[in-house]
């Protein structure tokens, strides 16, 4: 089984920059994808193939991956993006996700 | 547009099956695969399993292996994901999802709400 690990919680003050970061073995190798999570909703994608935007996620939120972390980055944060944040990896086929992190702003 | 549509809510006893339905519409379908991910409450999403609309081919996370089935009915275009044996531990919230390792999961259901009570 493969293990992704993510800090439980994140705050942050409004304006300014949040990092989410993703752990797992080798995560510089797997594409990577990052879903926001609020209550009693869906989770919706931000990221995929560690970087990419689908349409109408704007430019202020952003991905990196490096060895065995992959990082979300959401600048300018603001109340609404006050979530649960959870990134995926696959491994051998099998779909793993993160513990989810918390963010507070 | 695209869209998914699950079916409601299911209340079933432990040692029960549940099945839970999810319409597709709005994409060729045989392009992506239709995935079914739960979350029980304050857990991290769980995926169990995939379908491949084309060929009904499929593939099971291994801890659900022989409990889960998940199919496809191409006139209905719609995805079952039908769970037996059930525990408490299976009460989550059941989503389907589209996607491929590609494209990550870009559109989801609503979510269908599983109680499992004696």
């Known amino acids: 089984s493969y293990e992704l690990t993510q800090p439980p919680s994140v705050s942050v003050s409004p304006g300014q920059t949040a990092s989410i970061s993703c752990s797992g073995n080798?995560?510089?190798?797997?594409?990577v994808s990052w879903y926001q999570k609020k209550p009693g909703q869906s989770p919706a994608l931000l990221l995929y193939q560690t970087s990419k935007r689908p349409s109408g996620i704007p430019e202020r939120v952003s991905g990196s991956s490096s060895g065995n972390t992959a990082t979300l980055t959401i600048s300018v944060t603001q109340a609404m993006d006050e979530a649960d944040y959870f990134c995926q990896a696959w491994d051998r086929s099998t779909v793993f996700f993160g513990g989810g992190t918390k963010l507070t702003v | 547009q695209v869209q998914f549509v699950q079916s409601g809510t299911e209340v079933k006893k432990p040692g029960a099956s549940v099945k839970v339905s999810c319409k597709a519409s709005?994409?060729?379908?045989?392009?992506?695969?239709m995935h079914w991910v739960r979350q029980a409450p304050g857990q991290r999403p769980e995926w169990m399993g995939w379908i491949n609309p084309r060929n009904g081919d499929t593939k099971y996370f291994q801890r659900f292996q022989g409990r889960v089935s998940i199919t496809w009915d191409t006139s209905a275009t719609t995805s079952y994901m039908e769970l037996s044996s059930l525990t408490f531990e299976d009460m989550a919230v059941y989503y389907c999802?589209?996607?491929?390792?590609?494209?990550?999961?870009?559109?989801w259901g609503q979510g269908s709400l599983v109680t499992v009570s004696s």
């Open positions: 709005g994409y060729m379908f045989n392009f992506y695969a």
């Open positions: 999802a589209r996607g491929n390792v590609d494209t990550g999961f870009d559109y």
């Open positions: 080798m995560l510089v190798d797997k594409f």
